[in-house]
């Protein structure tokens, strides 16, 4: 059995856990919801590159890029209070 090919069904669980942490009102909440969508586009990556899906792989780097943003900003929000 390949365990990377598994690596998808909780990958996809961590991606909505992320998107769930992001709609919190919490600025806190919303940061954790970012590290964790990072987290998941590196997972993400891992199973792409296994599975050489590499329209994903770009994708999750597009997506990376935004939730490092997201990240910046919720990091203003989080510091201002």
């Known amino acids: 059995m390949d365990y990377l090919d598994?690596?998808?069904w909780?990958?996809?669980i961590v991606t909505v856990a992320a998107a769930w942490l992001i709609g919190a009102q919490s600025?806190?909440?919303r940061m954790v919801g970012f590290w964790v969508f990072i987290l998941s586009n590196v997972l993400w990556v891992i199973w792409g590159l296994h599975s050489h899906?590499?329209?994903l792989?770009?994708?999750q780097f597009c997506l990376c890029a935004m939730n490092c943003r997201g990240l910046k900003k919720n990091a203003d929000t989080v510091s201002d209070k």
């Open 6 to 8: 598994l690596l998808q």
């Open 10 to 12: 909780p990958v996809m």
């Open 27 to 29: 600025a806190r909440r």
């Open 53 to 55: 899906a590499y329209a």
């Open 57 to 59: 792989i770009l994708l």
